[in-house]
């Protein structure tokens, strides 16, 4: 039985959708079925939306598309696609005679009944997210009650399946700095797996990167965030966070190591076991052993997603869930062993942090595919790992000469050489790397850069990375 949803607002406001990309198409019909006067607006031309020109004209949707997209913004509802900066002119502007700008992301949260689950941080939220959402299916399945809708940042949008959701369900959702950055309703619970530089080509500093991510639990109706003991930012944020805190280490190995303020919980590792503390009693939650991915990053992950599904999932499910899943596409996947040589795609890894922990998580010393698209940040973390893991690194991208800066200079100063080979091409660059490699090596794609500056996302790099070890002979 589908629930009856009522939007914020009356249908006799005008609506703009600004940036028609994966999340904001689908709010398109989602709006004007419901009867909405709707403006869609995007920097693209008309070519690039040729084929749902019809649809939008038989839906009553005005298009304004090109260079001039944002002229006469009148609308009193504006919705922003997350990648569309919010302090445009044309936005303040609206803003300030009394427009609502808002986001797909926050209509969602406002519509739905189901309980939310929100998931962000710089690096390890996909992997949270799925595993979050594995656990929930885990236990409603066993329960033979409840549905488990996983979306956000990953998947598909879940707005068009609002009406589907009941309260005995499950929406979990990964969330990023783009779409936090104006949000004003945040999930039931929260957490944040670590938070370090990232996407500052886009923020204008760490500052208001933070404060973005802290829009995940910082507002109603959030009760619980979950956070990174051992990361020094979310640390911090803890600390003066005014709601719960159940907080994970890796390190740790009983809750006397944390300090606790009341209502705040504790997960570590204890003789070998992920367990809770909840203010009252120890309770073991999952045998490290039985979790099929390797490194800490993602016994991390474990950690984040079992606590935020505390008191949601059984113990039995949690390890249902441990002893079947072998990881996300593009993480660490082996793509293929040929001539003792393994070739690892790990395109999902788009900052120098999470290539750290990728080559952590390899017992050997691999030859690394870095480089991509500039996002501004630095890479000093990056050239320690590589000088510290990796037996040879294969510069790509528009960030090639930056990462190879980086590494000349972090070289020097602890008087570790490391081979560095530039090679402007993908392909060329993996075909150079595999010709480097020799029975027992493995071959490692690892950007450490968001990929925009040669492919459309992370997901069409990594397919690349595999179709061309696959035609490897």
């Known amino acids: 039985m589908q629930n009856k949803i009522k939007l914020p607002f009356d249908k006799e406001k005008r609506v703009a959708v600004v940036g028609l990309g994966i999340s904001n198409l689908p709010l398109l019909s989602f709006l004007a079925k419901r009867g909405y006067r709707i403006t869609a607006r995007d ?56 427009a609502l700008l808002t986001s797909e992301m926050e209509l969602f949260l406002a519509l739905t009944p ?30 033979g009650c409840g549905k ?17 959701m009941t309260e005995n369900d499950f929406a979990v959702l990964e969330l990023s700095s783009f779409q936090l950055q104006t949000m004003t309703r945040s999930p039931h619970r929260a957490a944040i797996t670590n938070l370090s530089p990232n996407h500052l080509n886009w923020h204008t500093g760490m500052e208001e990167y933070i404060a973005a991510k802290t829009n995940i639990y910082t507002h109603a109706p959030c009760e619980r965030v979950v956070l990174n003991a051992e990361n020094e930012v979310t640390r911090k944020l803890g600390e003066s966070a005014s709601i719960p805190v159940t907080w994970f280490s890796s390190k740790k190995s009983s809750f006397a ?34 979790i099929k991915l390797p490194g800490v990053h993602n016994l991390e992950n474990y950690m984040t997603a079992l606590a935020l599904t505390e008191g949601f999932v059984s113990k039995e499910s949690a390890e249902e869930v441990a002893d079947s899943f072998f990881g996300v596409r593009h993480r660490l996947e082996l793509v293929r062993t040929l001539r003792g040589v393994s070739y690892y795609n790990s395109s999902i890894d788009s900052s120098p942090s999470r290539t750290a922990a990728a080559l952590s998580a390899l017992q050997k010393e691999p030859i690394v595919i870095c480089g991509g698209y500039d996002k501004h940040i630095p890479f000093e973390p990056l050239a320690e790992a590589l000088l510290k893991k990796a037996k040879a690194v294969v510069l790509t991208g528009a960030t090639a000469e930056k990462i190879k800066c980086a590494i000349e200079h972090e070289s020097a100063a602890c008087k570790k050489a490391l081979p560095i080979y530039l090679e402007p091409d993908f392909r060329a660059a993996v075909l150079l790397a595999h010709r480097l490699a020799a029975p ?25 990375f595999c179709d061309i070890v696959r035609s490897l002979d």
Not at 148 to 164: A, W
Not at 447 to 456: E, G, V, Y
Request: proline share 5%.
């Open 257 to 290: 190591a944390f300090s606790l303020k009341e209502g705040d919980h504790a997960i570590y590792c204890k003789d070998g076991v992920i367990t809770l503390w909840d203010e009252k009693k120890e309770m073991p939650l999952l045998d490290v052993l039985r």
């Open 148 to 164: 488990v809708f996983v979306g956000g940042n990953i998947g598909e949008p879940l707005l068009p399946h609002v009406e589907e």
């Open 440 to 464: 027992g090596d493995s071959v490692l794609l690892s950007p450490a850069c968001a990929s925009f500056d040669a492919f459309k996302n992370f997901e069409e790099r990594g397919d690349t």
């Open 114 to 143: 189901a309980t939310v689950l929100g998931i962000t941080g710089s690096d390890g939220k996909t992997t949270s997210t799925t595993i979050s959402g594995k656990l929930l299916t885990a236990e409603c399945n066993a329960r």
């Open 43 to 98: 920097q693209k031309g008309k070519e690039a939306f040729s084929s749902l020109l019809p649809e939008w004209e038989a839906l009553g949707i005005k298009a304004i598309l090109g260079d001039r997209y944002l002229d006469d913004l009148s609308e009193d509802v504006i919705f922003r696609a997350p990648g569309i900066r919010p302090d445009l002119p044309q936005f303040r502007a609206a803003v300030a005679r009394g």
